[in-house]
Nanobody, 118 residues
Framework: QVQLVESGGGLVQAGGSLRLSCAAS????????MGWYRQAPGKQRELVAA???????NYVASVKGRFTISRDNAKNSVYLQMNSLKPEDTAVYYC????????????WGQGTQVTVSS
């Protein structure tokens, strides 16, 4: 059974930091691209950051220099360190796992709320 369990969300003041964690199970984590997406009320879900099995990363422009994605294959976990948070970062953050090879898959976690107060 595939599971992606996020944790670490919460309420923080602008300028503060949070670290999101996602614990994965039920698939081969080490060969998956892992990502963090977010969805704010009334907006489409967007990719925030992703990291490939080889460690290559990419970020949406609005978080570059503030957020860092990392992974620990030994713990089947992916992290998102969020610094200098802004009110516009407020959203539900979702962990995502995508296959890099066939058979293809695309898994989602249940989401964790991040609220940044001004």
């Amino acid at each position: 059974q595939v599971q992606l369990v996020e944790s670490g969300g919460g309420l923080v003041q602008a300028g503060g930091s949070l670290r999101l964690s996602c614990a994965a199970s039920g698939f081969t984590f080490s060969i998956s691209t892992m990502g963090w997406y977010r969805q704010a009320p009334g907006k489409q879900r967007e990719l925030v950051a992703a990291i490939t099995s080889g460690g290559s990363t990419n970020y949406v422009a609005s978080v570059k220099g503030r957020f860092t994605i990392s992974r620990d294959n030994a713990k089947n976990s992916v992290y998102l360190q969020m610094n200098s948070l802004k009110p516009e970062d407020t959203a539900v953050y979702y962990c995502n796992a995508k296959a890099e090879w066939r058979p293809m898959y695309n898994y989602w976690g249940q989401g964790t709320q991040v609220t940044v107060s001004s």
